[in-house]
T-cell receptor
Framework: SQTIHQWPATLVQPVGSPLSLECTVE??????LYWYRQAAGRGLQLLFY??????ISSEVPQNLSASRPQDRQFILSSKKLLLSDSGFYLC????????????FGPGTRLTVT | GQSLEQPSEVTAVEGAIVQINCTYQ??????LSWYQQHDGGAPTFLSY??LDGLEETGRFSSFLSRSDSYGYLLLQELQMKDSASYFC??????????????WGLGTSLAVNP
């Protein structure tokens, strides 16, 4: 069966510090991978998605970046965090050819202080 | 533009039936999905309607009317554990973007004793 891992579960970082969140998927090959951010009590904002190694599409211009160094690894980074980067970060995957059923990791709750 | 609309909040009592509506405006349409998210958790897939009509999965049912660009999630025999946010989503079919989902802002369901 497929499993998606995210770490860390919670993170408190000062403004201006760097960020690296990692997501890995097990049990599948060549998945489409997604990074979402969710502010408290709000909807899901798509940040990045990737259809393959090294292929990244950015949805929202901001100080975040993403990379996909391996087929089942997706990394979200920032060189300098802003207060507005606080939120719940979710990684999700979708099988190629599948259209509607996304599977989400447990999420990382980031607080920028 | 493409958008989905759903009520922001719904309140019901245990044992009751509640309906959460979703209307959509999209360029093309492949089907409507529903996700559940408990506080602090990640969204989980509930159901998908690709064709008109009712899909039933236990206490939950989902309905779609493509001619009305409308769907709903029906929750029966409500339990306290059903208190969560519910999101509708459609596949984004704009050119070059057919691997993304467009999400509604979510409906917060509170089930009271």
């Amino acid at each position: 069966s497929q499993t998606i891992h995210q770490w860390p579960a919670t993170l408190v970082q000062p403004v201006g510090s760097p960020l690296s969140l990692e997501c890995t998927v097990e049990g599948t090959s060549n998945p489409n991978l997604y990074w979402y951010r969710q502010a408290a009590g709000r909807g899901l904002q798509l940040l990045f998605y990737s259809v393959g190694i090294g292929q990244i599409s950015s949805e929202v211009p901001q100080n975040l970046s993403a990379s996909r160094p391996q087929d089942r690894q997706f990394i979200l980074s920032s060189k300098k965090l802003l207060l507005s980067d606080s939120g719940f970060y979710l990684c999700a995957w979708l099988l190629p050819g599948q259209a509607y059923e996304q599977y989400f990791g447990p999420g990382t709750r980031l607080t920028v202080t | 533009g493409q958008s989905l609309e759903q009520p922001s909040e719904v309140t019901a009592v245990e044992g009751a039936i509640v309906q959460i509506n979703c209307t959509y405006q999209t360029s093309g349409f492949y089907g409507l999905s529903w996700y559940q998210q408990h506080d602090g958790g990640a969204p989980t897939f509930l159901s998908y309607n690709g064709l008109d009509g009712l899909e039933e999965t236990g206490r939950f049912s989902s309905f779609l009317s493509r001619s009305d660009s409308y769907g709903y999630l029906l929750l029966q025999e409500l339990q306290m554990k059903d208190s969560a946010s519910y999101f509708c989503a459609v596949r984004d079919l704009q050119a070059g973007n057919n691997r993304k989902l467009i999400w509604g802002l979510g409906t917060s369901l509170a089930v009271n004793p």
